[in-house]
């Protein structure tokens, strides 16, 4: 059967816009932190192709990482309504400041008639200029109270001295504290006194960075409870 002009138009325009695609140079963006920087930014460049699209809209899943779409509107309105042919940017924004190492953050981004979300993906890498492995020395409760070794390696292009080492529970933690090479590698040495109890003991580190982030550091050492083991089943 032979559908009427309007509903053939109406069919095209449905069709057209849910073939509209906002296509992404790429959907990954990585940034390598300099060392103080507390935000950085990054851009997803896009082209609207097959026809015109509307954002329905996009979220940014984490407080942290700010997003938004770029040219704006005149009115300095966000532009949701995006013609073919027409180039913007998803510009994204980071806060460093709780994070160390490698990190991924995601924004959703959901257009009119598309099925599933387009997902991009902000890889960011933090400098850890003072490392500690392991992040914590840990003990089982009740067990053998044999030494542990800290390791703080310095990742800078420069040295970083620890300068101060204050312990808070030297009484169960008592702690050796060795420099292999100064303002580059050290070392924390514990051997709890008693594993007989729970507890946890922490070592306080001032540096001479020059960067606030990495003027302190805390190394934990920790007595654990033990694990319950739940019982086997026997036929």
């Avoid at 960011?124 to 992040?135: A, R, T």
């Amino acid at each position: 059967m032979k559908l009427p002009s309007f509903f053939s138009f109406a069919l095209f325009l449905s069709m057209a816009a849910a073939s509209a695609e906002m296509v992404f140079e790429s959907k990954l963006v990585e940034i390598t932190v300099k060392p103080g920087q507390k935000v950085v930014t990054g851009n997803f460049p896009f082209e609207i192709k097959n026809g015109p699209a509307t954002v329905v809209n996009y979220d940014a899943k984490c407080t942290c990482l700010a997003a938004r779409l770029e040219p704006l509107n005149p009115d300095r309105s966000v532009k949701l309504v995006w013609k073919e042919g027409e180039k913007g940017r998803v510009m994204t924004q980071f806060d460093t400041s709780r994070f160390l190492g490698t990190v991924e953050k995601a924004i959703e981004l959901n257009l009119e008639g598309q099925k599933e979300p387009t997902i991009l993906t902000v890889r960011i890498h933090v400098p850890e200029l003072v490392k500690m492995e392991p992040s914590s020395l840990k003990w089982d409760k009740g067990g053998k109270a044999g030494e542990k070794v800290m390791k703080i390696t310095i990742h800078h292009d420069k040295p970083i001295r620890i300068v101060k080492h204050v312990g808070n529970n030297d009484k169960i933690f008592p702690y050796k504290f060795v420099t292999i090479r100064d303002g580059w590698e050290y070392e924390i040495r514990i051997t709890p006194t008693d594993t007989a109890e729970s507890g946890i003991g922490m070592i306080s580190l001032t540096t001479d960075c020059k960067f606030p982030r990495f003027k302190r550091a805390a190394a934990y050492a920790v007595i654990r409870p033990a694990l319950k083991v739940a019982p086997v089943l026997t036929q």
